[in-house]
Every structure is written in C-alpha cells, then in structure tokens.
C-alpha cells in the first residue's frame, strides 16, 4: 500500500474516533439523568458524573500526550485508551448502582485522553499551512457525530430484552450501544491506522514548496551559477532540518562538489539535522521547561480563549434547557430539535472555516470568531437574561442569541487549536496538546456548576462571562502580534516563496 493511500486511511480512522466522540455525547447525556434516578440517585449525582467524565480526561490527556512525545507514536496509544471506552461503557451498561455508573463515566473519561496524541500526531503530520484546514475538518466530525447522536436513541429507546442477567432498556442500552461502537473502531485503527514515519513531514513541506524552489534555482542558474546555488541548498537544508527530517538529495537541483562543500563547511554541527533528528526524537524532553513553554504570551492568549470559550459555551448549554422550559414550554422534542439546528450550523461553520483558513491568518480568523461572541455576549446580556415583549419577540431575541453564540464557536475553536500547535515545540507537541485540552476540560466542568447555581440570576451569570470575553478581546489586541508561527520558520517560508 503506498504512503498516500494510508495517509487518507489515517486520517478517516481519525475522523471516525472523534465522530463516536461526539455520538457518545449525544446519546449519553440525554438519558443519563432518568437512569439515575431509577438507581435512587440524589440530583448531584447527575453533576458528579458529568463532571467525571471531564474529570478524568483532564488528567489523562497529558499523561497520553506524553507518552505519545516520548515514544514517537500514536496508534497503540488510541488502541489502549479505546479500552477505557469499551470497560467504561460496558459498566455503564451494567448499571447495577449508582456508583458503578459513576465510575463508568470516570473510565470511559480516561480514553479521551487520546485525543491529545492524536492532536500531536496531526501538528507533526501537517504543514502549518495545512493543518488548520486539517484541524477544521476533525473538529467537524465531533460537531457531525453530537448530530446524529440523538438519532440513535430513536430505536435505543425501544429496546427492552434481557441478555443473561443483564437487562436491556433505553437506559442501559446507550451503554452496550457504544461499547460495540469502539470495539468495532478498535478493529478499524487495527488496520486502517499507521504511525507516518517523521520523513512524511518533510516530503508533505517540501512537496508545497519544491515548485518555488525550482524556480529559486532556475534564476539562480541564469544570474550566476557559482554564486546563486548555494542559497537554495541552504534553504533545503534549513527547510529539512526545521521539520526534524532526514536531509536527502534532491534530483531536481544541480550542485557543483564545491558549492556543497562550501556549504557544509557553513553548517554547525548543532544544527546538522540528522544528528539533531535523532537525539531529539530519543529524548523530545531532554531540554523542555514547563515554564518556558507554557508562560509565554502568546501561549497563555491561547490556553485563555480555550478556558473562556468552552466555560461560556458549556454554560450556556446548561442555560438553555431551563430557559426554553420557564418562557416557551419547551419539552424534549422541541429541544433536541434544537440541538439538532445548532448542530448542523456549527458543522457549516466549521465548514466555512476550513475554506477561510485557507486564505487569511489564524489570527484574523480567531478576532472574526471573538468579535461574533462579544456580540453574542451583548445580546444575551440584553435580551436573554430578561426577555420582552410578547412570545414571537422573546422567541426571536432567543433565536438570534443561539445564533451568534454557535456562529463564533468554530472560528474561536479551529484558530486558537491551529495557532497553540505552532507556537508550542513540535516534539512535545502531545504533551502540550494534553495541557491545552485539560484547560478545556477545566472549563467544562466549571462551566455548568457556573451557571447550575444562577439560573434564577441570569444578569450576574451572563455579566460574568461577557466580562470573560472582554478580557480575552484585551489580551488579543495586545498579543495580536505575536499570535504567529515562530520567526524561524516563517523566515524559511518567505526564503523559499519569496524568489
């Protein structure tokens, strides 16, 4: 099987593990509740397994990225941590008390650490210009996965059989439902799933640029051929080493003996990338500082709108239910269908991201995003902290509020994520991604118990988190200018499009 064949593979069981991600979600949450109740819980119990779920990632996230750093792959990673999806789910299957289904969330919480090598292995497989098209089309999956979730519950709800001593119901079957689902997906990253080897890295780089290079030579050769060659073969070498990839001879370009002696005669034996290549994928975190890392500007603007954005959206999602209830009667068929809309417009978002990120900076993108939440922010603190006006008007103000709100989540989501993967090292990049992920899971959890406690005081609830946004939007304007790809690549960059 060639390398492009199993590159698409890869990427599509990748896709495949985030969209049962996201139906794990969606036909989880909405029975979970009356489950346990008929286990006798008390109403915290429906927190306390919420939370843990998110609870348990936020740990497991780092700890899986850093393996992943350590060891230089990713797919036994995912094959361990679907067991936890598996063991997990099939407790909550079980469901015989109330604290087995709320350790069953806290296992099955512990596969989602995965994601953080996952999104390593996608930062180490991409080039920078690729990769938030990339990350746009994975985040996609989760949003399409959370959208025909609730569809499965249709025939879930109907099951009522039992299998030995195990009873099959509409609260127990969305257990036993997912536990087959990641087995299957277990199979699926068995054989559609391959660790690219480092080289793919250069070659998807090099496969972007050979075309400016060629004609960087090309110019070289007429204005002076002695003089001029040496800067490409630089460029190659810089271009090579920066992606930690094993320098090979391009067959396109000519070298006289002497320019390449020049040349390699210029080039310190720090920066000899086979060398480095090699020493730094034994030990990625030989000279790695935690402080160094993560307490940069740049880092701390990006790790601030991963908190901010998912502690606003989750409590807003706690919000909504209660809200639709108080002022329009609203049940579960009105709600999912809900959800369902929300759904399908933030699949176009990210849709519509994936194409704008292809033609303006993450930057831009990540202020477009921001500035439609500020907006939303605004809105909700006006209208929907206490409506006006008849039902069409306190309809309308909550439809345009939902609106706004689920519009900026894409371009906040896929920029910030986009952005974090290329200011942070690239050889601890699972670790770093198991930091920015644990912040979010932080953020899910506060989210809720945020706005749990102040539904019936929406004007402190809201104004906190507008005052949140306002924040985020400051330390934007003032990062605007470091919320690039670090210099050394860009320089590269521009040394090999720039001829």
Known sequence: MDDRRKRKLTFLTIGLVFLLSGVEYAVILPTIW?????????????GLALSAFSFSG?????LFGHWSDRTG???????FANCFEIIGNFMYFMGFSKWLLLSSRLVAGIGTGAGSSIFGFLTRSTTHE???TVFAAVMACRQAGLLIGPAFNIFLRLCDFHIGPFVVNKYTAPGLFMCLLWILLQLAVLFMYWDLPPLERGKAKESLTSRHREEQNEKGFVEDEDN???KPLMGSQELAGSYGSVVTSNSHTYQHPTAVNATMNHISPASSPVPTDSHESSSPFKNFSISREFLREEVVVLLAAQFITL????????????????FFGYGELENSIMYCLCGVEVIAGFLFVRWLSQRVAERVV????LTICNISGVWCLIFLAKPIGGFPWQLTEFIIGVFLQVLGLPFVAVAQVSLFSKVTAEKTQGFSQGVRRSVGGLATILGPLWAGGLTENMYIMMGVMMALLVLLTMM???SYDRLVAPATEEQVDESVSGG
């Open 130 to 132: 690729d990769r938030a």
């Open 311 to 326: 502690f606003n959206q989750t409590a807003l999602e706690t919000m909504v239910t209660p809200l639709t209830q108080k």
């Open 476 to 478: 934007l304007a003032f």
């Open 228 to 230: 001029e060659e040496e």
């Open 58 to 62: 936020l740990l497991s996230g780092p």
């Open 34 to 46: 009356r489950y346990l109740q008929t286990l006798e819980a008390a109403p915290y119990f429906l």
């Open 73 to 79: 792959t990713s797919k036994k990673i995912i094959l």
């Open 366 to 369: 990540l202020a477009i995003g």
